[in-house]
């Protein structure tokens, strides 16, 4: 008995102190300064965020509803201040580690799986992301998934609880129109097949004294209470002006015909990202130290491991008890092909390893380890061999990881130093003539990370300083 308390406190700490670990990098690593994507939300919404003409255009479901509340708190009450929306990634990166603290505790998972599930998690390879607060409400959306996630497998595993149906109606529609944003289609796309793989599986006989009816229909209602608003938004999107910065502007067809293995050289690459830090391959690429060859290998590494996650699910019929693991699988997939999808247009390799990515990239990462996990236990029924892989591929999984973090506290006074720079420019920015503009205009795009235009970055940094906002606070 108090064995299986001091397991349920650990399940509720650990995702506490990797809190309390990214808030010490964020504070490490950062300060508190307009850039990149704040300069065009500066431009867009401040300082009249309660304007509804703002609010009520034809793409609003893009512009991820739930920021313009945080939006009018932040400016009203904080100043605009960067600071709060890291904190609020952070925090929603937290809230995502307990979804999964509520899933090991209910399925038993032994104490160091859950603490590589955490590692994972909280592993600086989003340094990017965690770093731009602009991006708190993704960390916000993916804990969202991970939650009716839970729910749903909650419900197949027959271990509902109290309102669990409902929110399988309600929940896509919060998500989807309040806060996924663009990552809603991976998010939608899991589910549709979730429900579709469920029914399937009702119908031949997975659960008996099921009335095979009643749960079509329920399934067709969750699938229609998924499939609705992710219209919806796609209508949305359809209105929205996207700009991309570097764009070839060459359709996809003419770049396979001249370079037909493109997209399995971007894939791959993608895949050894989540192995190791993007940025620390592409150092060790630079330096001769590992070739694209080796890091093609490395990312078919990570596809064994998924191919060998799949093949345990159905080899061992993990499906009969949960479905969560697929789900994470089937979305971790999902999202390195979305992300060639809407990168390909850049043509270039090393878009794959950007950090911006680790987020999406680690869904499928987390159910790797989640179907060894629940495998492990299964000792009267795998091989040693079975258990040398897993043990080989998470001991991999724990040294890229754990080095990408290492690396990233190293680098994190650098960074701090790169915004500190940031804000002592930016207090000149308002000041600055025509011709001074032009004269910096390379320094300016460079520190600020924003190459669409010099009068936008001085027009941002005037709206702060005429109402006192952000680096302009007294």
């Not at 102190?17 to 500066?42: E, H, Q």
């Not at 399937?200 to 229609?224: F, H, I, P, Q």
């Not at 061992?316 to 997939?333: D, H, K, V």
Request: net charge positive.
């Amino acid at each position: 008995m108090n064995a299986e308390r001091n397991r349920k406190i650990i399940y509720w700490l650990l995702p506490l102190a990797g809190i309390l670990f990214c808030l010490w990098y964020v504070k490490n690593a950062t300060c508190d300064v307009v850039y990149s994507d704040y300069i065009r939300l500066v431009n867009s919404y401040l300082p009249d965020v309660w304007n509804p003409e703002k609010f009520f255009v034809p793409d609003v479901l893009t512009r991820i509803p739930v920021n313009y509340l945080c939006r009018i708190v932040n400016v009203e009450f904080f100043g605009f201040t960067i600071t709060l929306e890291r904190v609020l990634g952070v925090v929603s990166l937290g809230l995502a580690g307990w979804v999964f603290a509520a899933y090991c505790s209910g399925r038993k998972v032994g104490c160091l799986w859950f603490a590589l599930l955490m590692a994972v998690m909280f592993s600086l390879n989003k340094w990017e992301m965690i770093t731009n607060g602009s991006g708190w409400s993704h960390f916000f959306a993916f804990a969202c998934f991970y939650y009716h996630e839970l729910v749903l497998d909650r419900v197949w595993a027959g271990e509902e609880k109290k309102g669990d149906r409902v929110k399988l109606l309600v929940l896509p529609w919060l998500i989807i129109l309040g806060t996924a944003g663009p990552y809603c289609a991976v998010y939608a796309a899991t589910l549709l097949l979730s429900y579709g793989f469920c029914m399937v599986m009702d119908r031949l006989g997975k659960n008996e004294g099921r009335t095979y009816g009643s749960w079509d229909m329920r399934y067709l209602a969750c699938m229609a209470c998924t499939l609705v608003p992710l219209l919806l938004y796609m209508l949305s999107n359809s209105m929205a002006v996207e700009e991309h910065a570097g764009a070839t502007g060459r359709s996809l067809g003419t770049i396979l015909a001249e370079n037909p293995t493109f997209p399995i050289r971007f894939l791959l690459k993608s895949f050894a990202g989540v192995l190791v830090g993007g940025e620390e391959l592409q150092r060790f690429m630079e330096s001769g130290l590992l070739s694209n060859r080796m890091c093609y290998v490395l990312g078919l590494f990570v596809v064994c491991g998924y191919l060998l996650a799949l093949w345990l699910n159905f080899r061992f019929r993990l499906y009969e008890r949960t479905i969560m693991p697929l789900m994470l699988l089937a979305g971790g997939g999902m999202n390195h092909v979305i992300i060639f999808i809407s990168r390909y247009i850049f043509e270039k390799e090393s878009y794959a390893l950007s950090s911006r990515y680790a987020l999406q990239f680690q869904v499928g990462i987390l159910g790797i380890v989640l179907t060894f996990a629940l495998v492990w236990q299964m000792k009267g029924r795998t091989s040693r061999g079975y258990r040398w892989v897993m043990a080989l591929f998470c001991l991999a999984i724990l040294m890229g990881n754990g080095y990408t973090t290492y690396r990233e506290i190293q680098k994190a006074p650098s960074r701090e130093e790169s915004f500190e720079r940031k804000a002592h420019l930016a207090l000149e920015v308002p000041g600055m003539s025509r011709e001074e503009l032009q004269d910096r205009g390379g320094e300016l795009e460079r520190e600020f990370e924003y190459y669409k235009g010099l009068d936008k970055i001085q027009n941002a940094f005037r709206i702060l300083e005429e109402n006192r906002l952000n680096v302009f606070r007294e």
